[in-house]
C-alpha cells in the first residue's frame, strides 16, 4: 500500500490546512479544533511558501514550558521549521512511513509531489487504518486459500 492509495481514500482528500507564520498559538489552536485535525502547515504570507509545521503536540509542550502565556505567542516562535520537516512522496509505502514516524517520534508528515511541491499531508492514523486493511485483506485472502486448498 502506498501514500497515494491513503491520500485518495482521506475522507479530506489531499487538503492542506495551513497557517500564517505570524498568528497566534490560540488561533492554530482554535483551527486545529475547527477542522478536527492534528497538524497545520506553516505558511508564509506573502508567497505561501512552507516554513515548516505546528502540532498539537508542540504548542502542549510551549505551554508546558512557558505557561498560558505561550497561548500568545506567534506560530514561528513554536513550531518546526522546514529544515527539520520529514516528508514523503505518493509512491512511497506505508510500512517505510510507518518506520520513519516510530523512528522520528512524530506524527504527521507532508507529501510532496515529483515536482517536490505539497501534495498532501498523512497522520499516524491514516497510516494505521490503511495498515489494518492491508492486514484484514491479506486475513480474507488466506482464509480464501486455505478454503479452495
Same mark, same amino acid.
Given at each position: 500500500m502506498t501514500v497515494r492509495w491513503m491520500l485518495d481514500g482521506k475522507p479530506i482528500g489531499r487538503q492542506v490546512f495551513t497557517v500564517r507564520a505570524d498568528a497566534t498559538l490560540v488561533a492554530a489552536t482554535q483551527k486545529l479544533?475547527?477542522?478536527?485535525?492534528?497538524?497545520?502547515?506553516?505558511? @508564509? +504570507? +506573502?508567497?505561501?511558501? !512552507?516554513?515548516? %509545521? %505546528?502540532?498539537?503536540?508542540?504548542i502542549v509542550r510551549k505551554i508546558a514550558e512557558c505557561g498560558h502565556v505561550a497561548l500568545g505567542y506567534q506560530v514561528h516562535q513554536a513550531m518546526t521549521p522546514k529544515e527539520a520537516l520529514v !516528508?514523503? !512522496?505518493a509512491s512511497d509505502t506505508t510500512a517505510s512511513i510507518m518506520e520513519q514516524m516510530t523512528t522520528? =517520534?512524530?506524527?504527521?508528515?507532508?507529501?510532496?509531489? +515529483?515536482?517536490?511541491?505539497?501534495?498532501?499531508? %498523512? @497522520?499516524i492514523g491514516d497510516v494505521v487504518?490503511?495498515?489494518?486493511?492491508? %492486514?484484514?485483506?491479506?486475513?480474507?485472502?488466506? =482464509?480464501?486459500?486455505i478454503r479452495t486448498a
Open positions: 479544533a475547527e477542522h478536527r485535525i492534528g497538524a497545520l502547515l506553516v505558511v @508564509s +504570507e +506573502e508567497n505561501n511558501d !512552507t516554513l515548516g %509545521i %505546528i502540532s498539537e503536540r508542540v !516528508t514523503c !512522496t522520528g =517520534k512524530f506524527r504527521h508528515m507532508p507529501v510532496l509531489n +515529483e515536482y517536490g511541491q505539497l501534495a498532501g499531508m %498523512i @497522520s487504518n490503511w495498515r489494518l486493511i492491508e %492486514i484484514d485483506r491479506e486475513n480474507r485472502a488466506m =482464509k480464501d486459500y
